[in-house]
Structure formats: structure tokens, C-alpha cells
């Protein structure tokens, strides 16, 4: 749902629905569809990674794509500025606490996630390098094929980051602790002899 405010506010989109829209335009297909086509694409590329992916990642792959045709087909693009500025920041605040409630429930990444999380092992270069790198081309590629590249796009990049952060320990079901973080049992001094 979110992804499809986002798109409907026509003011830039998610850097991979750049990318999606894009392909959908050429292939005269959903969006939606293209989604799901591209997330299984995606989860091609796990095989020479060695990513396992959950039922969270399959469940990604097809809720995402069935939900975005979905809300598409039920909520209006509208014409006034204030209206899809509302659009756009619901859609970013609204993907925020999906995308830290999908990963919370600790059932698999998604696709695009888990292709990130695998590169970064596999080569050992940094997450914010794998990540720019990964989200750039598909931007890159997407505007190439006439999907919607705005202020969206850019504050989606800036905010999502900082919102997951905040949202995650709250959404999260039997949050991690650390080692570190966990407090020791007090030790109990032995009794003098006696």
C-alpha cells in the first residue's frame, strides 16, 4: 500500500519502483506484476550468494506486488500539490513501519534486502557501499526506461533508513539483545572457611 501512495503522488518514486514502473510502461504490464517478476528475478541472483531466503522473502516477493496492483486500483491519483505531498509523505511513513515490521518478525529478508546483505558478505565491501551502489543502478535504469524519478525518490532515500532505525526495536517480536547489552547474575563470593 504504501509503495502505491508513493507512486500516486506522481512526485518521485521508490528507487526499485523507479525501476519497476519503468519496465511495466515497456512491458505494458502492472506494476505490480513487473514487482513480482522482478523480486523472483531478484531472488535468483541469492543462488551464487548462498542467501536462504524465508517465508518472509517469498511472501515479499508475491503480497508485495498483489497489494501494490490493488491499492493502484482503489486510490485515485489526485491533481492537487497538497493532496500528493500527503500521498507521498503517508506513503514513506507508512513503508517505514512495513518494511521494520517485516523485519521484525525475523522470517526472512526481502529479496532486495537479502541481495544486499549477500554481496556485502561475499565481497566485503561496506553495507552503504553495496547498498548505493545497487540502489543508483536501479534508479539509474529505471529513468531510463521513463519511470518517475523526484523529490520522492530522494527523500524516500534520506528518510527510510532513519525511520526503520526508530521503528524496529518497537515492531520487533522477541527483540535481539545483545551480549553486551545483557546484565550479568551477580556473583556470589564463596564463604570463608570455616
Same mark, same amino acid.
Given at each position: 500500500m504504501s509503495m502505491a501512495l508513493i507512486?500516486?503522488?506522481? &512526485?518521485?518514486n521508490m528507487p526499485w519502483d523507479v525501476l519497476h514502473q519503468g519496465l511495466a510502461d515497456r512491458l505494458d504490464r502492472s506494476i505490480g506484476t513487473v514487482a513480482i517478476a522482478v523480486g523472483a528475478l531478484v531472488l535468483l541472483a541469492?543462488?551464487?550468494l548462498r542467501q536462504r531466503p524465508g517465508l518472509?522473502?517469498?511472501?515479499n516477493v508475491v503480497v508485495l506486488g498483489l497489494a501494490l496492483d490493488a491499492t493502484l486500483a482503489v486510490v485515485p491519483?489526485?491533481?492537487s500539490l497538497p493532496l500528493r505531498v500527503?500521498? &507521498?509523505l503517508a506513503g514513506?511513513?507508512?513503508n517505514g513501519v512495513a518494511t521494520a515490521a517485516y523485519i521484525g518478525v525475523q522470517m526472512g529478508p526481502g529479496p532486495r534486502d537479502g541481495l544486499?546483505?549477500?554481496l556485502v558478505r561475499r565481497t566485503g565491501r561496506s553495507v552503504r557501499l553495496v547498498r548505493t551502489t545497487i540502489e543508483v543502478a536501479v534508479v539509474a535504469c529505471g529513468w531510463l526506461l521513463g519511470g518517475t524519478l523526484g523529490l520522492g525518490t530522494v527523500?524516500?532515500?534520506v528518510a527510510i533508513g532513519p525511520l526503520v532505525q526508530v521503528l524496529l526495536p518497537g515492531l520487533s517480536v522477541g527483540p535481539a539483545v545483545s551480549p553486551a547489552a545483557r546484565p550479568t547474575p551477580p556473583t556470589v563470593a564463596p564463604a570463608p572457611p570455616g
Open positions: 507512486i500516486r503522488s506522481a &512526485l518521485g541469492w543462488i551464487p518472509g522473502t517469498v511472501s491519483a489526485p491533481s500527503g500521498l &507521498l514513506v511513513l507508512l544486499m546483505t549477500g527523500l524516500y532515500a
